[in-house]
């Protein structure tokens, strides 16, 4: 064989052989890999005369201290949010009358934490979530006016307060935010207007809230909350409205209250949509007028009504106990805050924790979290990869992480904050 031949027979064995040693990659693959994200974890704490936000790449193991590694905000008290696609944390702030400062965070291709944007909030808000390209957040009992700005009043010529108030914020318009308004008088055919909880993105250009329908709130009565007399305290209302808020149709059953936790002015959202699409709208059964035990229904995928078929009793699994907060973990399972006592109230405790399986109909309380009477705060919690994320602050000790595994209905403790006196949020950021 000519030495030319043997040069080009080395060349192509060569060649081959990469080809065997990088399977991932094939030789006539002319499109580059896609690129991988970089990502981090968010953490918002408080120490004791600041909040701060701190960036880490580990939950499990070893410490952080708000000493290093922190940034100091100009301000306290933000709820914060956190987005996938794209990949956001929203701060909202409210300052009791007066325009807050709402705040947004990403990271930048190298995964370093920037700040995107900030806005002005001027309404109050209850409840909150995403929907479409917008963080959403609302609040009822508002005095609706006509084009001039003049209020709407009722047959009896006192204002109304049926109107509720929307802030969309925009993840991808700089976070430019447009307050809009609706009214809810007569939304479900009984005369009465509601407060909305939650805001759950159906994918398909709407989003579905919980209504608590009420009498109009006694306008001499104290306390930030929307809501006055229940008068059906044993039906569920769940809205569809699209991005214009166009009411789109109404779910309604009477096998669950309404779908509402409550503490104070808040309205914590108890509706979750699982894997496969199908939603699941859970009733703390928070008012004390009715007969119907908490419970969860079902609204298939792309259903228009409830299914008629399906219904899970919580609280005889739970022994009596009732609920405030649901989040969805992963597939078929939540997680859900139990109060402590039977004999519930607004302000009452709520540090017992469990699992609900939707599609066993099981439920199991968490083991291996500090014990009711021992957990001072908790904070948000973040479900990633398949567990949740859980910060727990235990009397006599700094803020920690448990780590709740769904299947077993156990948690693990992770990393604590040094120095922290609460762990508000736990959120994943990724490059996009």
């Given at each position: 064989m000519s030495t030319k031949k043997q040069f080009f027979k080395k060349v192509f064995a060569s060649a081959f052989t990469v080809c065997l040693l990088l399977?991932?990659?094939?030789?006539?693959?002319?499109?580059?890999?896609?690129?991988?994200?970089?990502g981090s974890f968010f953490l918002s704490v408080n120490g004791e005369s600041a909040e701060y936000i701190i960036q880490t790449d580990n939950l499990e193991t070893g410490d952080?201290?708000?000493a290093s590694n922190s940034k100091t905000l100009l301000q306290s008290g933000h709820t914060w949010i956190f987005n996938n696609n794209p990949s956001v944390a929203i701060g909202l702030i409210y300052q009791q009358g007066s325009p807050g400062i709402g705040l947004g965070f990403g990271v930048d291709s190298d995964g370093k934490l920037k700040e995107l944007a900030n806005f002005q909030i001027t309404s109050r808000y209850t409840?909150?979530?995403?929907?479409?390209?917008?963080?959403?957040?609302?609040?009822?009992?508002?005095?609706?006016?006509?084009?001039?700005?003049?209020a709407l009043k009722d047959e009896s010529g006192n204002e109304r307060s049926d109107g509720v108030t929307f802030n969309f914020i925009d993840l991808k318009g700089g976070l430019s935010l447009q307050e809009k308004t609706i009214t809810t008088l007569n939304i479900t055919g009984n005369g009465e207007q509601a407060t909305l909880s939650g805001i759950v993105d159906m994918g398909n250009g709407e989003f579905l809230t919980g209504l608590v329908v009420s009498q109009p709130k006694d306008p001499n009565a104290g306390g930030g909350s929307s809501t006055g007399t229940i008068t059906y305290p044993d039906s569920v209302w769940v809205a569809a409205f699209d991005a214009e808020l166009n009411l789109k149709r109404i779910y309604r059953d009477d096998r669950i209250s309404y779908s509402s936790g409550r503490y104070r002015s808040q309205y914590y959202s108890q509706i979750g949509k699982a894997d496969d699409g199908n939603v699941y709208v859970f009733s703390g059964s928070y008012e004390s007028t009715t007969t119907r035990p908490c419970g969860v229904l079902k609204i298939n995928k792309n259903a228009t009504t409830f299914d008629p078929s399906w219904y899970f009793n919580i609280e005889e699994?739970?022994?009596?106990?009732?609920?405030?907060?649901?989040?969805?973990?992963t597939g078929n399972c939540f997680l859900l805050e139990l109060y402590n006592d039977f004999t519930l109230s607004a302000t009452g405790a709520a540090t017992q924790y469990g699992i609900v399986n939707v599609e066993t109909r099981t439920f199991?309380?968490?083991?291996?979290?500090?014990?009711?009477?021992?957990?001072?705060n908790t904070g948000l919690p973040m479900a990633y990869e398949g567990k949740m994320y859980f910060p727990i602050v235990e009397e006599g000790k700094y803020p920690a992480i448990y780590i709740i595994d769904p299947a077993t209905a156990t948690a693990d403790k992770g990393i604590s904050i040094t120095g922290a006196t609460s762990l508000n949020a736990i959120g994943r950021l990724t490059s996009q």
């Open positions: 399977p991932l990659v094939s030789c006539d693959d002319k499109d580059s890999p896609a690129p991988k994200t970089k952080l201290s708000i409840s909150y979530g995403f929907f479409d390209r917008y963080a959403l957040t609302s609040v009822g009992g508002v005095t609706p006016v006509d084009a001039n700005g003049n699994k739970t022994g009596g106990y009732k609920f405030r907060k649901v989040w969805h973990i199991n309380m968490i083991s291996g979290i500090p014990a009711k009477d021992k957990i001072i």
